[in-house]
């Protein structure tokens, strides 16, 4: 909101694990009037009754919402690239499967290529090389730095 000016409208591609982080976004995004593009890998798709909440949510709200496996479908003309830890705290013992599952999924300027002209990017941190490369961390679209710091008032 504090970079478009508003939220109305914007579309968010969510690219990686069906975490909390993501199940948060789900239940905000369509009463915020945001769309949402969700790419998992199959076997980490978020929580089905959160799935069912945000189907409701989005009919009600006007707003669209896609499920996929594919990560540059959902980055397709998304304003907010986002994605989050793909090992999670009581997850270590998952890395090896996981890290195989995740294969395709690091965020990169290739991946950005099929968002929308004025695309940002999000990590709630801290983050791992593998799930978004240093081009887009560290690049004038990356907002990470400002999401921490605006997460720090709420501390």
Not at 4 to 11: E, I, Q, R
Not at 24 to 34: E, R
Request: net charge negative.
């Amino acid at each position: 909101q504090e970079h478009y000016g508003g939220l109305k409208g914007l579309t968010m591609a969510w690219i990686g694990d069906g975490n909390n982080v993501l199940h948060s976004f789900m239940m905000s995004a369509a009463k915020l009037g945001m769309h949402l593009r969700i790419a998992t890998p199959r076997g980490f798709e978020p929580d089905l009754r959160i799935t069912k909440i945000t189907e409701q949510n989005s009919k009600e709200y006007g707003t669209k919402l896609l499920l996929t496996t594919d990560p540059l479908e959902a980055a397709d003309s998304a304003n907010v690239l986002v994605t989050d830890t793909w090992i999670s705290m009581g997850q270590e013992e998952e890395k090896k499967e996981r890290l195989q599952a995740f294969q395709g999924y690091q965020i990169t300027m290739q991946t950005a290529k099929s968002a929308a002209s004025n695309w940002t990017f999000l990590h709630c941190l801290p983050r791992k090389p593998e799930e978004v490369d240093d081009e887009v961390f560290y690049s004038p679209q990356s907002l990470v730095f400002q999401e921490a710091e605006n997460r720090k008032w709420t501390i």
